[in-house]
């Protein structure tokens, strides 16, 4: 079998470790054009700190591909034909091919301001974005970054940490309003403000203005502000790249459309990851999935189809995790950003403002339904366990010390976080029986 | 790829960056100075401002504003990204170790040589707490315990944000400064041998070796002798595997010895640069499992030798005409090598005098014999491990990039295996830069820890080859 992979992201190359795995014979070829060899995306943003070089941000060395006979091919894919199995490259070479992948990703999110095209006006995704940035960044003293998200902060601490001023302007009236209940956005408010990072709540980027170089000199605001930026970041989101697989004459709507078993229109033609987009998404879960986690999900997934073992893709107990400046965030299970009526939310916080939990449970069954953790580790397998399990929340707060993965020596807020338990909802008392101890695990 | 902008060095940190320089600068006239009284005055002066300037630097520049892992601009600037200051600090390094093991003996009229009004300035310190005036080592000793002390203070404020760090980096600080400095000094103001109570056999070799042991139990007297030699063989056959079992070699190396206290604190700013391809993991396993072999050996046949078990010739002088050896018995000669090539210029001049190219732990990966016999008892006898955070790895690298020892630790975590690895010193900062909470230093029960996570699915490839 040849399975050709359009894409060297997670997904793509995901989905080639495990195809090499299942079958040991096949030959595998990944075709990309960002970049040589597969790189960590969340990670571009340390390159640009001065955290890492760029070659550090290769999760496998060089070596790795070739003695895995994995094939690498730097070009562009143009077209296809699903009929003939040939993907037609920019090199003007042809690959035959038995089964195909599009791991295409997405790309930021233009949107359609005037001024939109000027110099220093771009998105961050992509490795040309990072280095587009690098260009662009030296010897500025102010930038706008547009979008209260996670590639928002991102931005907003790269700027600020060689010495720009940023301000950010946030549709909503609080960081990340889609996902954060307000509670942990004021904790990640709190960091913005120590990093001097200002922030326009509620209010939309209206126009860019040019110098007269053509490049970007100032935004204007919705609220009608002007604000002096020789830089713009544009972190409105992330838009599936569909290109190829609109030329190969697929289906596509926001995304290139999959069956449960990332099938698309054409036969022996798959999608996943970024790209692709759920016919039928499981309730509750949405149709175009855009992390590195779903992405390498999809990727295993597809790869067992791909190899004859056919299986729908399950996203199973959600998880994800970011960082804001110096507040780490993780989430397990559910936890909707306003609350949901069928819920009791429990939340603790420090008074210093640098720790938070949430738990969401049922309010009949008090089985739990999701965490919200800042500035505190939590153990994965622990949650995904009394997730799926539907435990009660009583009991996960009594054993809540099996959840702790801070490291060794820090202070333990578990008897904190019952305490308050216990005074909020009286009705179901709780006695912590266990505390994360030197020998644990 | 162009490279990133580099934030502007603030005029403050300027300032205080040049209080630094200044007091470097004026340990080059005390070298020089014909006037002793004038050379001591300079001294004090230098250690002075070298002093306020590094504390005051590292207080600048990490212990204001918010707490966190900021490693900014670290492979951009030239003093951190092998650039050309990088390149003046290794060879100033390697060369104050050059003149020290081989150009500062005592002539035996108190000079000693280029280091000699250094050495000399220090003399009311020595007196005061060692009864006898200043050799080169003391001075040795005073720089290297400045060193940890004052680059500690800068890894306490950068760290400060992390309780392991806080505490370990206190640790080391301790024992450099109380066990390594010290009490030694205070052994020999009492007549007693200089012995370092926090050195054991085999980093410090020779502590077992029987000419030591038979000079300790003369030199110490009835009881501090026998204590000093009973220490020594419980601390290197009974304590080192039984605290390995409970907590990994990290009681040891990053919290304990002396060469891992320099690496945290005055390498700290190097960490980074360890070699982290599978290359240079090969020649590790090369070089560390020999030099092991290498002092076990020497060691066995020292006792031997002196039990009279040998054949005669192992024991007996030749003139052999080499260079290092000649005169030497066979066994002597072993020994004599060994000091010379491992305990001189591999632990030395290589270790401490390629920090700025090569990273702060280059003598402990590649070299130390102690690290070798730890990591063994590590792997294959203990409860520690690294823990990974089921599927949380988004292979961006930080891991990888701070571990001194040069573990390519996200290649685990991104498999969601548990690191075991027999290098690994347990300092903790895999842990403190991950962004997304993915590593910790765990001493759990033996069982399960091997055991991947269930919730990422290991690719079964050969990434380590």
């Not at chain 1, 595998?28 to 760029?54: F, K, N, Q």
């Not at chain 1, 000027?118 to 974005?129: C, E, I, K, R, Y």
């Not at chain 2, 290498?294 to 007996?316: D, E, K, Q």
């Not at chain 2, 290092?324 to 491992?342: A, C, H, N, Q, R």
Request: hydrophobic fraction near 40%.
């Amino acid at each position: 079998m040849h399975l050709v992979i359009i894409g060297n992201g997670i997904t793509g190359v995901t989905c080639a470790l495990t195809a090499r795995r299942l079958q040991p014979a096949a030959r595998i070829t990944l075709v990309a054009d960002e970049s040589p060899h597969h790189i960590s995306r969340p990670a571009l943003m340390y390159v640009y700190l001065g955290h890492l070089r760029p070659q550090d941000i290769k999760p496998y060395d060089d070596w790795f591909w070739a003695e895995n006979r994995l094939e690498l091919v730097h070009a562009t894919a143009t077209t296809f034909d699903a009929q003939a199995r040939t993907v037609t490259l920019s090199t003007g070479a042809a690959l035959s091919y038995d089964k195909l992948l599009l791991a295409t990703g997405s790309r930021s999110r233009s949107g359609q301001w005037p001024g939109r095209e000027l110099a220093g006006v771009q998105g961050f995704v992509t490795l040309p974005d990072l280095e587009q940035m690098t260009r662009d960044t030296h010897s500025i003293g102010q930038a706008v970054v547009v979008g209260g998200g996670l590639i928002g902060i991102e931005l907003a601490e790269m700027l600020a940490a060689k010495g720009v001023g940023v301000t950010m302007l946030i549709r909503d009236a609080h960081y990340w309003g889609s996902v954060l209940p307000p509670e942990e956005a004021a904790l990640v408010q709190r960091q913005l403000a120590a990093h001097h990072i200002a922030v326009r709540y509620g209010t939309e980027l209206a126009a860019l203005l040019p110098d007269t170089q053509g490049r970007v000199r100032a935004v204007q605001t919705t609220t009608g502000e002007e604000l002096p930026a020789q830089w713009v970041g544009l972190a409105i989101g992330v838009e599936p790249n569909t290109e190829l697989a609109q030329t190969a004459g697929l289906e596509v709507a926001r995304g290139i459309l999959v069956d449960e078993q990332l099938k698309t229109s054409a036969p022996h033609v798959y999608a996943a990851g970024d790209c692709a987009q759920h016919r039928q998404p499981a309730p509750g879960e949405v149709a175009v999935e855009q992390l590195w986690y779903t992405g390498r999900q999809q990727g295993e997934t597809v790869a067992y189809t791909l190899c004859g073992q056919p299986r729908p893709y399950r996203r199973g107990v959600w998880f994800n995790s970011a960082k804001f400046f110096d507040l780490e965030y993780q989430t397990y299970g559910r936890v909707p950003a306003r609350p949901d009526p069928a819920e009791h939310s429990f939340c603790w916080q420090h008074p210093n403002g640098r720790h938070l939990l949430r738990l969401n449970f049922r309010r009949d069954t008090l089985a739990v339904t999701g965490l919200n953790v800042l500035g505190l580790r939590h153990r994965h397998e622990a949650w995904h366990a009394w997730l799926q399990a539907g435990t009660p929340a009583p009991q996960v707060l009594a054993e809540l010390g099996a959840a702790n993965f801070d490291p060794e020596f820090f202070r333990q807020y578990e008897a904190d976080i019952v305490a308050a338990f216990n005074r909020q909802f009286p009705q179901h008392p709780v006695a912590l029986r266990r505390r994360k101890g030197l020998f644990g695990r | 790829m162009t490279t990133a902008p580099v934030s502007p060095v603030s005029v403050p940190e300027k300032l205080l960056l040049a209080v630094v320089g200044l007091g470097l600068l004026l340990l080059l006239p005390v070298a020089f100075d014909g006037d002793a009284a004038r050379a001591q005055q300079c001294f004090f002066a230098a250690l002075g401002l070298l002093s306020a300037g590094t504390l005051g630097w590292s207080w600048w520049k990490f212990g204001r504003g918010p707490t966190g892992v900021h490693h900014n601009n670290l492979w951009l600037r030239g003093s951190t990204g092998r650039g050309a200051l990088a390149w003046l600090t290794a060879v100033v390094l390697t060369g104050f170790y050059v003149v020290l093991y081989w150009f500062s003996n005592d002539n035996g009229q108190g000079n000693f040589g280029p280091l000699n009004q250094l050495i000399h300035a220090l003399d009311p310190v020595s007196q005061a707490l060692r009864r006898r005036p200043a050799d080169q080592w003391f001075l040795y000793g005073t720089f290297y315990t400045l060193a940890v002390l004052l680059m500690g203070g800068r890894a306490l404020w950068k760290y400060r944000h992390s309780p392991y760090q806080r505490i370990r980096t206190a640790s080391v600080m301790f024992f450099q400064l109380g066990f390594a400095f010290l009490l030694p000094g205070l052994l020999l103001a009492f007549q007693r041998p200089e012995y370092y109570f926090s050195y054991f056999w085999p980093l410090k070799y020779d502590y077992l070796f029987p000419g030591t042991v038979s000079y300790l139990l003369k030199d110490g007297g009835p009881a501090l002798g026998v204590f000093m030699v009973f220490w020594g063989a419980v601390m290197s056959f009974v304590a080192t595997p039984v605290l390995t079992y409970f907590f990994g070699k990290r009681w040891y190396c990053s919290w304990v010895c002396g060469c891992g206290g320099l690496a945290e604190t005055a390498g700290d700013p190097y960490r980074h640069l360890s070699d982290k391809s599978r290359a240079a993991w090969r020649w590790e396993v090369r070089l560390i499992y020999p030099i092991l072999g290498f002092i076990v050996l020497v060691t066995a046949l020292l006792w031997l030798g002196s039990a009279g078990v040998l054949p005669g010739w192992f024991t007996t002088p030749q003139q052999s005409g080499l260079p290092l050896v000649g005169g030497l018995s066979p066994v002597d000669g072993l020994s004599k090598v060994y000091g010379f090539f491992i305990g001189s210029i591999f632990s030395g001049v290589i270790g401490v005098g390629f920090y700025p190219l090569m990273g702060s732990r280059v003598w402990c990966r590649f070299g130390c014999p102690m690290a070798a016999y730890l990591g063994l008892l590590q792997k294959h006898f203990s409860r520690f491990r690294i823990s990974t955070n089921g599927g949380q790895c988004i292979s961006c690298g930080n891991c990888s990039n701070v571990c001194e020892m040069g573990i390519d630790v996200k290649q685990y975590a991104q498999r969601g295996e548990p690191i075991v690895r027999a290098s690994c010193v347990g300092c903790g900062l895999c842990s403190t830069a991950c962004p997304r909470g993915v590593l910790n230093l765990e001493n759990g029960p033996r069982e399960g820890r091997m055991q991947s996570s269930q919730l990422i699915s290991a690719d079964s490839l050969r990434i380590l080859g």
